[in-house]
């Protein structure tokens, strides 16, 4: 059995995404051309929503989808605490105030119990995160539909996944999603995307992400430069159709890791919603000491990772926050006290799978 390190990652690079690399750069037209437009169409199309536009990333695609909801000063936007930073930080961006709830605890998305309970008049938004790839409980859908409060479904590291049949990126009034390097599928860089599954949102969000112009010189509402490079674009319309190839072998090489470590008592293991298809971003085990799992995972030349180690509500740019101190949400913060992720990208060897199955399965705290 092999000894290189198996790392959390790969890149997959193929001779169609290089001759498409080649072929936009030769063109001459780099930006604002037919790859952006059709891998908008195409990636809305995959995931089941009525219009979509390529972005520059994940993040600013949250903030374009506040504008584009109108949040702004004295507002509130409902989160989960448990995610990466850029879900709550771009509410402030926008002049609003971020109200951090709880997560399920089998699932680690957002707890539909707390969503409801935190809803207040000021509330202009939700955003739900299909945390790991885990898709959202659609009681949140249904909660904001009674409250009449737009739900943007943060969907970085769902891309592939679906619950009841129904893709992740279709549930909310608006979905955004990274494509950077180390997610489901990528563009050759920093890149993203915003859909919509409303009519009267496709043009708004296309809009902004081009300074707000109808024309060249004609700036008819407030909008910045967020656009993605034909290049990269291109790149993305290669990789879509590997995705559901890639999404698949996720799924097998989580099913065998759920066998493999579902007896262990020391060792808890993800779950999968009941209808649903997980796109396995993470895999992620919670274990007692964290520390020295992961010191026995370098040891077996394997790498791990956390995703992620300080609940939003805790970092400091919060401390002044009402939420921001320990304590305040204790479920995310026991959470994030013991995650460890483990690899799972689809370009893992079986033997490799091996590999990690016997390391995590021969580790005693």
């Given at each position: 059995?092999?000894?290189?390190?198996?790392?959390?990652?790969?890149?997959?690079?193929?001779?169609?995404?290089?001759?498409?690399?080649?072929?936009?750069?030769?063109?001459?037209?780099?930006?604002?051309?037919?790859?952006?437009?059709?891998?908008?169409?195409?990636?809305?199309?995959?995931?089941?929503?009525?219009?979509?536009?390529?972005?520059?990333?994940?993040?600013?695609?949250?903030?374009?989808?506040?504008?584009?909801?109108?949040?702004?000063?004295?507002?509130?936007?409902?989160?989960?605490?448990?995610?990466?930073?850029?879900?709550?930080?771009?509410?402030?961006?926008?002049?609003?105030?971020?109200?951090?709830?709880?997560?399920?605890?089998?699932?680690?998305?957002?707890?539909?119990?707390?969503?409801?309970?935190?809803?207040?008049?000021?509330?202009?938004?939700?955003?739900?995160?299909?945390?790991?790839?885990?898709?959202?409980?659609?009681?949140?859908?249904?909660?904001?539909?009674?409250?009449?409060?737009?739900?943007?479904?943060?969907?970085?590291q769902g891309h592939g996944g679906s619950l009841n049949g129904q893709r992740i990126g279709s549930f909310g009034d608006i979905a955004t999603f990274s494509f950077f390097p180390s997610k489901n599928m990528a563009v050759g860089g920093d890149g993203g995307a915003i859909i919509t599954t409303r009519e009267d949102l496709i043009q708004r969000v296309s809009t902004f992400i081009d300074h707000g112009r109808s024309d060249k010189y004609r700036n008819d509402v407030l909008g910045t430069n967020f656009r993605l490079s034909e290049i990269q674009c291109g790149v993305g319309r290669v990789q879509l159709k590997h995705l559901d190839n890639w999404v698949a072998r996720r799924n097998e090489i989580a099913a065998r890791y759920n066998a493999a470590f579902s007896e262990l008592p020391h060792i808890k293991h993800p779950q999968v919603r009941p209808g649903a298809v997980h796109a396995w971003h993470q895999y992620v085990l919670r274990v007692g000491d964290r520390e020295a799992f992961q010191a026995h995972m370098n040891e077996m030349n394997i790498s791990t990772g956390i995703h992620y180690p300080i609940p939003c509500h805790l970092q400091p740019v919060y401390a002044d926050h009402p939420q921001g101190t320990e304590g305040s949400l204790p479920l995310t913060e026991a959470i994030c006290s013991d995650i460890v992720s483990i690899p799972v990208m689809p370009l893992l060897t079986d033997e490799e799978v091996d590999r990690v199955i016997e390391a995590v399965q021969a580790w005693q705290p």
């Open positions: 059995m092999g000894t290189d390190r198996i790392p959390m990652g790969r890149m997959f690079i193929d001779d169609e995404m290089l001759e498409t690399a080649n072929r936009i750069l030769a063109s001459g037209q780099w930006i604002k051309g037919p790859e952006s437009k059709a891998f908008g169409a195409e990636w809305a199309a995959y995931c089941g929503a009525l219009g979509g536009t390529p972005c520059s990333n994940g993040s600013v695609a949250l903030i374009a989808a506040l504008h584009a909801l109108d949040v702004g000063h004295g507002d509130e936007v409902i989160v989960p605490s448990h995610t990466y930073i850029a879900s709550a930080t771009c509410i402030n961006l926008v002049g609003a105030t971020p109200k951090f709830v709880e997560v399920e605890e089998e699932y680690y998305t957002l707890d539909p119990t707390a969503l409801e309970a935190a809803i207040t008049p000021s509330t202009k938004a939700i955003i739900g995160v299909h945390l790991y790839g885990q898709p959202m409980d659609t009681t949140i859908f249904e909660i904001a539909s009674k409250h009449g409060i737009p739900v943007i479904e943060d969907s970085a």
